[in-house]
């Protein structure tokens, strides 16, 4: 009986590991495109607001040439700029505080490495490759 009839018997190799120690902080940050877009977002329903509320104030004799359509194009864009910045100016304020209370703590890192597997025996060939 071969050595290849039975692998339970077969010696396991076993790996050799590496670490190795490292300095991290650990801290939560806040992702600054949401504030962002939720700054832009809440910019444009406050905008929306204003604009709808005070669109049919008594404006004496003027005339209004502008729809409310119209209105809320252009001050949305205004809207949607301011609401974007403030967004920008919450999470970075919202960064420092949150980087006050960061941890410093001590990583250990473990490389495994794997020795080379060895296997005993014959290759057969099966025409498929080229010569």
Known sequence: ??????????????????S???EVTI??????GVFIVGGALLGFVVTLIVISLTM????????????????VGYFGLWGVAIG????????IVLDRVLSRRAA?????????????????GE???HGDQAR
């Open 84 to 91: 974007g910045f403030v967004g920008a100016l919450v999470a």
């Open 1 to 18: 009986m071969s050595n290849t009839d039975r692998p339970d018997d077969a010696p396991v190799p076993t790996p050799g590991t590496v």
């Open 123 to 125: 290759i057969e060939d």
């Open 104 to 120: 410093r703590l001590t990583a250990e890192r473990v490389e495994v490495e794997m020795p080379p597997e060895t296997v005993e």
């Open 27 to 32: 801290r939560r940050a806040p992702k600054f």
């Open 56 to 71: 049919n104030l008594d404006r004496g004799d003027q005339q209004e040439t502008q729809s409310f359509g119209s209105l």
């Open 20 to 22: 190795s120690s490292d």
